[in-house]
């Protein structure tokens, strides 16, 4: 989704016929969504099972989820889900529902009170007119700060017990842990991670770790934490930022844990959902928690059947614990899902066994400092 909502949609359907249906034609950008509200349709035969990447919620049809992020989940059934920027669920629907009627779908907005309402469509069996309008009214989706129904749908997703899932390591190599803030700049306002709002630079990142180039980005070592007297409750004392674009140089195949932690944004009793999406891997999401993450939170980490995702959001005043194995070559973006907040610099970079990068494509040398050093016109020089 390319909104600055922490979105989520909600649909909801009516009445029963028989077996499965598909919901795939739902536009992903709740703006678009909302500017077409109740002018898609979902066709549906009765006895036919697919899939779908949606976030619903459904009166008398239930949905079965099934996989998210492409890695299968222990399947369970809902009557809606979030689904936040960056993110992807495979639900089945069963079209166990009267097929002389049409069903209302909703979608709303999660995590941030939306000016538009809530956005509509029609599930359609096709042994119905699709402009028959169902007869109950559309189902309300949850409140856009209902955080405990966000949280309880959340703590529902366990990852499937099968080979093709693995398991994670017991215990890690390195455990980076990032504050998230809100702060500002020159007058504007930035997000920043452990006080640094990340700013890209304009070499990019593979040609100048390879080819060991020390003046493309800063050489300081990012922060792998924030002071324990950090106040995750109130706004930033020291409310400026600094630009960075250091990175977090993995050791190539060590397990590294990642610690999010939300805190206030710059406005008193602001804290706000990040869906943060990894690059290059998926990790295991070992949960979540309420304030800040300590040593005692550490039995409550999931190792047991974590589901094994690459975007996972973490709620407002919370922490959300993730583990990964840094075993593919490669510098990867580590960031907010929300477009601007990226933008506004809430990311971070990591990096791992660059020097087993079979081929350095030339797009990757072709600008900033390596652009000068090693490209004549458009080869390598
Ligand atoms: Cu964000």
């Known amino acids: 989704m390319s909104t600055n909502l922490a979105g989520t949609a909600s649909s909801i359907i009516d009445k029963p016929s028989r077996t499965a249906s598909s919901i795939g034609q739902l536009c992903p950008d709740l703006r678009c969504c909302s500017s077409f509200a109740a002018s898609m349709y979902l066709k549906v035969d009765t006895n036919r099972r697919e899939k779908e990447k949606e976030e619903m919620i459904k009166r008398n049809h239930k949905m079965m989820v099934v996989e998210a992020d492409g890695n299968y989940l222990q399947p369970f059934e809902t009557n809606?889900?979030?689904?936040?920027?960056?993110?992807?669920?495979?639900?089945?629907?069963?079209?166990?529902?009267?097929?002389?009627h049409n069903y209302w779908i909703s979608l709303g907005v999660r995590g941030r009170e939306p000016q538009t309402p809530q956005a509509l469509s029609i599930l359609n069996y096709r042994t119905t007119s699709a402009s028959r309008l169902p007869l109950s009214p559309p189902p309300v989706t949850p409140?856009?700060?209902?955080?405990?129904?966000?949280?309880?749908?959340?703590?529902?997703?366990?990852?499937?017990?099968?080979?093709?899932?693995?398991?994670?390591?017991?215990t890690y190599h390195r455990r980076i842990v990032l504050l998230n803030t809100q702060n500002k700049m020159n007058g504007y306002t930035k997000w920043s991670i452990n006080n640094v709002s990340l700013s890209l630079p304009a070499t990019p990142y593979l040609g100048s770790i390879r080819f060991g180039l020390q003046n493309a980005f800063d050489q300081t070592k990012p922060p792998e934490g924030f002071p324990g007297h950090y106040d995750i409750m109130k706004?930033?004392?020291?409310?400026?930022?600094?630009?960075?674009?250091?990175?977090?140089?993995?050791?190539?195949?060590?397990?590294?844990?990642?610690?999010l932690q939300n805190a206030n944004a710059l406005k008193e009793n602001v804290s706000e959902i990040h869906p943060w999406h990894l690059h290059g891997h998926d990790f295991w999401l070992l949960g979540y928690g309420e304030g800040k993450f300590t040593k005692s939170d550490e039995k409550k980490l999931n190792l047991k059947n974590p589901p094994y995702?690459?975007?996972?959001?973490i709620f407002p005043y919370g922490w959300t614990a993730l583990?990964?194995?840094?075993?593919?070559?490669?510098?990867?973006?580590f960031h907010c899902h929300i477009e601007p907040h990226l933008h506004m610099g809430m990311g971070v970079v990591f990096a791992e066994g660059v020097q087993h990068v079979a081929k350095i494509p030339k797009e990757a040398v072709s600008c900033g400092v390596t652009g000068k050093k090693f490209m004549t016109g458009s080869h390598l020089g």
Not at 80 to 100: A, C, F, H, M
Not at 151 to 163: E, G, T
Not at 246 to 252: D, E, H, I, N, S
Not at 323 to 333: I, L, Q, S, T
Request: hydrophobic fraction near 30%.
């Open 143 to 170: 409140r856009w700060d209902d955080y405990a129904h966000s949280k309880a749908f959340s703590n529902k997703i366990k990852a499937l017990d099968h080979k093709s899932i693995p398991k994670p390591s017991p």
């Open 309 to 313: 995702r690459n975007t996972a959001v």
């Open 235 to 259: 706004p930033p004392v020291n409310s400026n930022t600094t630009t960075g674009n250091g990175v977090y140089m993995l050791g190539y195949y060590s397990t590294v844990d990642v610690i």
């Open 80 to 100: 809606d889900l979030d689904i936040y920027s960056g993110e992807s669920y495979s639900v089945l629907l069963k079209t166990n529902q009267d097929s002389s």
């Open 323 to 333: 583990r990964f194995v840094a075993d593919n070559p490669g510098v990867w973006a």
